[in-house]
C-alpha cells in the first residue's frame, strides 16, 4: 500500500524558515518524480515545486523560485522541501505528491497524495 506522510508544518513569522518533509512507502519512491502543492483557505490547489527522479532535476512556480529548495533522499524515501524568508501568503496546507513524471506532478496528474501538514506564516 502506497502512502505518503507530511510533517514539519507549523506557527512562524513572516521571513522565518520552515522545512516539510514527506516519507513515502509503499515502494515507489525511488522511480517517481515528487512534488509540493499547497492550498490556502478559498483557493484553488497550486503546483509549488516538483524533483525528478533519475538525476533530481527541480522546477518551481514562480511565486516560490529562489525561495523554496525541494530536495530528496532516496536512502531514507524522503523529499523535503526547505522554505525560507516566508510571507503570509505562503500560509496554506502544503500536500505531496509523487507520479510516474514530473510533468504529471507539475499538471496535478499524480498517482498518490499525502494527507496535508498546515503552514501558517502570521504578519
Known amino acids: 500500500q502506497v502512502q505518503l506522510v507530511e510533517s514539519g508544518g507549523g506557527l512562524v513569522q513572516a521571513g522565518g524558515s520552515l522545512r516539510l518533509a514527506c516519507v513515502a512507502s509503499g515502494g515507489i519512491f525511488s522511480n517517481s518524480a515528487m512534488g509540493w502543492f499547497r492550498q490556502a483557505p478559498g483557493k484553488e490547489r497550486e503546483f509549488v515545486a516538483t524533483?525528478?527522479?533519475?538525476?533530481?532535476?527541480?522546477y518551481y512556480a514562480d511565486s516560490v523560485k529562489g525561495r523554496f529548495t525541494v530536495s530528496r533522499d532516496n536512502a531514507k524515501n524522503t523529499v523535503y522541501l526547505q522554505m525560507n524568508s516566508l510571507k503570509p501568503e505562503d500560509t496554506a496546507v502544503y500536500y505531496c505528491?509523487?507520479?510516474?513524471?514530473?510533468?504529471?506532478?507539475?499538471?496535478?496528474?499524480?498517482?498518490?497524495w499525502g494527507q496535508g501538514t498546515q503552514v501558517t506564516v502570521s504578519s
Open positions: 524533483i525528478g527522479w533519475r538525476v533530481g532535476s527541480t
Open positions: 505528491a509523487a507520479a510516474s513524471s514530473a510533468a504529471r506532478v507539475r499538471s496535478g496528474a499524480a498517482e498518490y
